[in-house]
């Protein structure tokens, strides 16, 4: 049986995410639809991938773009695309492998231009059996 139920802790909200810094682990959001953690190697770490139909969402909320970014890396393995919008808008980049990858750990970093300051929520869409491990940031 599940359960849920809201949680309210008082304080201080937690600092908007250093994007610049250390950009999002694939596994790092704040919600997701559709989504399963698989291993990112034999040996170590995470990766996200669609669970299901092929299509999952995630969000990164309050992500830090200080003075302003203009291209965005990601680390992915397998075939398919990752969307990225900002606040709920449009699709901004889109990025796919031109041939799939060697297998669900043969990792390659894809990049595309992108166009973000301040603070915002990142949102991404899986399309196809593509692992993310990685979203980088770049002035």
Do not use: K, N, W
């Not at 810094?21 to 790092?28: F, H, I, P, S, V």
Request: glycine content about 12%.
């Amino acid at each position: 049986m599940r359960l849920r139920t809201t949680v309210h802790v008082e304080g201080r909200p937690p600092a908007a995410r250093p994007v610049l810094e250390r950009g999002l682990a694939g596994a790092d959001f704040d919600e997701q639809s559709g989504v399963a953690i698989v291993d990112r190697t034999r040996t170590a770490g995470d990766s996200v991938t669609p669970a299901r139909d092929g299509t999952a969402e995630l969000v990164y909320r309050a992500c830090d773009f200080g003075a302003g970014v203009r291209e965005v890396t990601a680390r992915v393995a397998g075939e398919g695309t990752l969307e990225l919008a900002l606040d709920g808008g449009p699709v901004l980049a889109a990025l796919t492998p031109d041939t799939p990858t060697d297998g669900p750990y043969a990792y390659t970093d894809l990049t595309a231009g992108l166009v973000a300051d301040g603070v915002h929520d990142v949102r991404l869409r899986l399309r196809g059996p593509l692992r993310l491990a990685h979203v980088g940031f770049s002035g």
